[in-house]
């Protein structure tokens, strides 16, 4: 079935080092959310692209949709160790959400 | 203080024996979920309800089982059928299918 594949799977920045996260789709994707997810915490929503090259920001985080709706990508500007978490990307299909894998980011201070 | 609540935070149970996991949201949102996320994994889904009565598999649904009476609860019974059911289980609400989900702050299941 439609998957989505979300690269690289860790990554360790120092903080004031940028981050991003990339979610690519084998199809066309009708919209895409992103979560975060702090150790032992649960998945909190960060934000929904629903358009064809959508750009969204949220202080530090930038967020795209590309223009054929089959990747996207989250970007961190100088992270902090408040980033810390797995970030996952997900996508509706017949009311259900699929979960990518989640990109895990550690951030030494 | 509205939100998703999930009980207990910890569960330990021997193997061979069902198990409930409890999910209450008072969010009045229609939809409910539940998943597994296994250490290092992503989440998967077990069941989910769109509407009061109604509830669909998910993925992973062999070897457990839902309810939904009412729309503030879903609860999730492991039964002694689920091969490996040590894991992480989320619950989670929204207000439709395209809607964002809120979490609850999960159940870590310990069979052994």
């Known amino acids: 079935g439609q998957q989505v594949m979300q690269i690289p799977q860790y990554q360790h920045v120092q903080e004031g080092e940028d981050f991003t996260t990339y979610c690519n789709s084998s199809t066309t994707l009708s919209n895409i959310q992103w979560y975060k997810q702090r150790p032992g915490g649960h998945p909190v929503f960060l934000i929904q692209l629903v358009k064809s090259g959508e750009v969204k920001k949220q202080k530090r985080l930038t967020f795209q949709f590309g223009e054929a709706k089959k990747n996207s990508s989250l970007h961190i500007t100088a992270t902090q160790t408040t980033d810390v978490g797995t970030y996952f990307c997900t996508y509706n299909q017949g009311g259900k959400l699929i979960f990518g894998q989640g990109t895990e980011l550690s951030v030494k201070p | 203080d509205g939100g998703i609540t999930q009980s207990p935070k910890y569960l330990f149970r021997k193997e061979g024996q069902n198990v409930t996991l409890s999910c209450e949201q008072n969010?009045?949102?229609?939809?409910m979920y539940w998943y597994r996320q296994d250490p290092g994994q992503g989440l998967r889904l077990i069941y989910y309800?769109?509407?009061?009565?109604?509830?669909q598999k998910g993925d992973i649904a062999e070897g457990y089982s839902v309810s939904r009476e009412k729309k503030e609860s879903f609860p999730l019974t492991v039964t002694s059928a689920q091969k490996n059911p040590t894991a992480f289980y989320l619950c989670?609400?929204?207000?439709?299918?395209?809607?964002?989900?809120?979490f609850g702050p999960g159940t870590r299941l310990t069979v052994t």
């Open positions: 309800s769109q509407i009061v009565n109604d509830f």
């Open positions: 989670a609400s929204s207000i439709g299918d395209r809607y964002e989900q809120y």
């Open positions: 969010l009045n949102h229609d939809a």
